[in-house]
């Protein structure tokens, strides 16, 4: 594969699923810089996954296993080497897109920041409406263990909602 | 709220794009990124390779055009070139390797945990292997008759080699700890069953 084909095929993956990427980075990285730093590290392993990706699994699957690790490991290295790399004069990727943002989407961002990075993982992909099965492909463990964490992780949001719903916090 | 009703505030996210990319913007930082980020083992791996192979080479000249005997110095030769060829096996075993890990994340996981235990190892040997070099250089300089205070400084220089080694191997150690916790998370939390942590 040539550097100009795996190019175009990171474009068109950016184009057809950057609404994937851009939920982990919302829910690994929460000031501006760290999103930046992981939406470029995220791409970064994903153009380096391309010639290995052979069509075995759904593209969004391939997409989710990359992101999430990457996101994980991210996650890892950010907590010690916070100021690791300066981002204050680096040219800015991600843009705000200027429109309102609901309330309840922003708390529910930060309520899945508060798990651990595992479970961040299983929650976002919960969400999205993954089933057992393609969770079990993505995180590499077992259908029955994925289920064990889904209800631990469902149980954990309806109370902290329902905290939300009465006090509104 | 019930959980179909968090599930309808995550998608309300879906038709309405919280960021725009900016293309070149994007471009230009990931041929940036990629250009700056090297390989760690790979260039150590390849370092070590040439330092040896360089280092016998030279000393061999030297032995050679000086039509030297001194039996220290050649065994230093045969151990630095025998150095460099087991890296280029273990380099060559671990990159066959890499294709028996799938990209789940505990496979990834597992990839990464293989690659930190390889570099623990690598660095491990490195710091034992500066003892026979140490030591065949000094017996190689007190035996060709040359002042003791070169011998002196030579194992100055290999304690402190030994030293910086040992750092550079505690780093590495480091990483695969935290690569391990992180996997015994992923494998064993799950076993435990529910809780509310």
Same mark, same amino acid.
């Given at each position: 594969?040539?550097?100009?084909?795996?190019?175009?095929?990171?474009?068109?993956?950016?184009?057809?699923?950057?609404?994937?990427?851009?939920?982990?980075? #919302?829910?690994?990285?929460?000031?501006?810089?760290? #999103?930046?730093?992981?939406?470029?590290?995220?791409?970064?392993?994903?153009?380096?996954?391309?010639?290995?990706?052979?069509?075995?699994?759904?593209?969004?699957?391939?997409?989710?296993?990359?992101?999430?690790?990457?996101?994980?490991?991210?996650?890892? #290295?950010?907590?010690?080497?916070?100021?690791?790399?300066?981002?204050?004069?680096?040219?800015?990727?991600?843009?705000?897109?200027?429109?309102?943002?609901?309330?309840?989407?922003?708390?529910?961002?930060?309520?899945?920041?508060?798990?651990?990075?595992?479970?961040?993982?299983?929650?976002?992909?919960?969400?999205?409406?993954?089933?057992?099965?393609?969770?079990?492909?993505?995180?590499?463990?077992?259908?029955?263990?994925?289920?064990?964490?889904?209800?631990?992780?469902?149980?954990?949001?309806?109370? #902290?909602?329902?905290?939300?719903?009465?006090?509104?916090? | 709220?019930?959980?179909?009703?968090?599930?309808?505030?995550?998608?309300?996210?879906?038709?309405?794009?919280?960021?725009?990319?900016?293309?070149?913007?994007?471009?230009?930082?990931?041929?940036?990124?990629?250009?700056?980020?090297?390989?760690?083992?790979?260039?150590?791996?390849?370092?070590?390779?040439?330092?040896?192979?360089?280092?016998?080479?030279?000393?061999?000249?030297?032995?050679?055009?000086?039509?030297?005997?001194?039996?220290?110095?050649?065994?230093?030769?045969?151990?630095?070139?025998?150095?460099?060829?087991?890296?280029?096996?273990?380099?060559?075993?671990?990159?066959?390797?890499?294709?028996?890990?799938?990209?789940?994340?505990l496979g990834d996981l597992n990839y990464a945990i293989s690659l930190a235990t390889y570099q623990v190892r690598l660095s491990q040997l490195m710091r034992w292997n500066i003892l026979p070099i140490g030591a065949l250089s000094i017996f190689g300089v007190l035996?060709?008759?040359?002042?003791?205070?070169?011998?002196?400084?030579?194992?100055?220089?290999?304690?402190?080699?030994?030293?910086?080694?040992?750092?550079?191997?505690?780093?590495?150690?480091?990483?695969?700890?935290?690569?391990?916790?992180?996997?015994?998370?992923?494998?064993?939390?799950?076993?435990?069953?529910?809780?509310?942590?």
């Open positions: 594969m040539t550097e100009k084909e795996q190019q175009q095929i990171l474009e068109e993956w950016i184009s057809q699923h950057k609404a994937l990427i851009l939920k982990i980075v #919302k829910v690994y990285a929460f000031t501006s810089m760290d #999103k930046e730093d992981l939406f470029q590290e995220i791409l970064i392993q994903v153009w380096h996954s391309i010639p290995s990706f052979r069509h075995a699994s759904a593209v969004t699957t391939w997409l989710y296993r990359i992101s999430l690790n990457t996101a994980i490991k991210w996650t890892k #290295k950010e907590q010690k080497h916070k100021q690791s790399e300066a981002l204050e004069n680096a040219q800015y990727v991600l843009q705000e897109s200027g429109l309102p943002i609901d309330d309840r989407l922003s708390w529910l961002y930060e309520e899945i920041h508060k798990l651990d990075e595992i479970d961040r993982s299983i929650a976002l992909l919960v969400l999205e409406g993954c089933n057992y099965k393609e969770m079990a492909v993505i995180l590499g463990i077992s259908e029955s263990n994925v289920g064990v964490k889904i209800n631990r992780i469902k149980k954990i949001l309806i109370t #902290k909602s329902k905290n939300y719903d009465d006090n509104g916090i | 709220m019930e959980f179909e009703e968090l599930q309808q505030i995550w998608d309300s996210q879906n038709d309405r794009p919280l960021y725009v990319i900016d293309q070149k913007a994007l471009h230009n930082r990931i041929q940036t990124k990629m250009k700056r980020a090297g390989n760690i083992t790979n260039f150590s791996e390849l370092l070590l390779i040439l330092v040896n192979l360089s280092a016998a080479s030279f000393v061999l000249a030297i032995n050679v055009f000086s039509q030297s005997l001194n039996i220290y110095m050649y065994l230093m030769v045969a151990w630095m070139f025998g150095t460099a060829l087991y890296l280029l096996a273990r380099r060559m075993q671990r990159i066959k390797g890499n294709t028996r890990f799938d990209r789940s994340m035996s060709g008759e040359k002042p003791i205070w070169v011998a002196g400084i030579i194992l100055i220089f290999f304690v402190v080699a030994y030293f910086a080694s040992n750092w550079e191997h505690g780093i590495y150690e480091s990483r695969k700890r935290e690569l391990k916790i992180l996997q015994d998370k992923l494998k064993n939390e799950i076993s435990q069953g529910p809780s509310m942590s």
